[in-house]
C-alpha cells in the first residue's frame, strides 16, 4: 500500500495544474514556444500574472525557457506533460466532464474551480 508521503509529489503535480491560468499557459506552450509578451497578448492577461505563473511552472519542472539576446523564450520542458493533458482529456469525455458537478472544485461552485484542458480560460 502507497504511504500519504509518496503520493505528495503527484499531489503537487496536480495542483501546480490546478490553476486555469497555469493550464491555458501551459495549452499555450504545447503548440510551441512563446514570449512572455506573446503569453500576455494571446491569453489577455496581465505581465506580473503570466510571470508569477511561469515562475511556478518553472519551479515544478514543467516549463523552462532559452535566452536569445534580452529575450527568453518559454517551453515546454517535458514532453510528458501533452501526454498527461491527452488522457486528462480522454477522462474528462469518458466521465461527461462529471467533475464540473463536484461539490468542493467543480465550476459551479460560484469559486474559480478547475477547468478542463481544452477550456477557454480568458472567459
Do not use: N
Not at 519542472?61 to 488522457?87: T, W
Not at 461552485?109 to 480568458?122: I, L, N
Request: net charge neutral.
Amino acid at each position: 500500500m502507497t504511504s500519504l508521503d509518496g503520493l505528495a509529489p503527484a499531489a503537487a503535480l496536480f495542483h501546480s495544474l490546478a490553476d486555469p491560468v497555469r493550464l491555458s499557459i501551459v495549452q499555450r506552450l504545447a503548440r510551441g514556444e512563446a514570449r512572455v509578451v506573446d503569453l500576455t497578448r494571446e491569453l489577455g492577461l496581465g505581465q506580473s500574472t503570466v510571470s508569477k505563473h511561469l515562475a511556478c511552472l518553472r519551479g515544478c519542472g514543467l516549463v523552462d525557457y532559452r535566452a536569445e539576446g534580452r529575450q527568453s523564450f518559454y517551453f515546454l520542458a517535458a514532453p510528458e506533460l501533452l501526454d498527461l493533458l491527452r488522457s486528462a482529456e480522454h477522462l474528462l469525455t469518458a466521465t461527461d466532464r462529471a467533475v464540473a458537478l463536484c461539490p468542493t472544485y467543480g465550476t459551479g461552485t460560484g469559486q474559480a474551480g478547475a477547468r478542463a484542458p481544452g477550456a477557454d480560460a480568458t472567459t
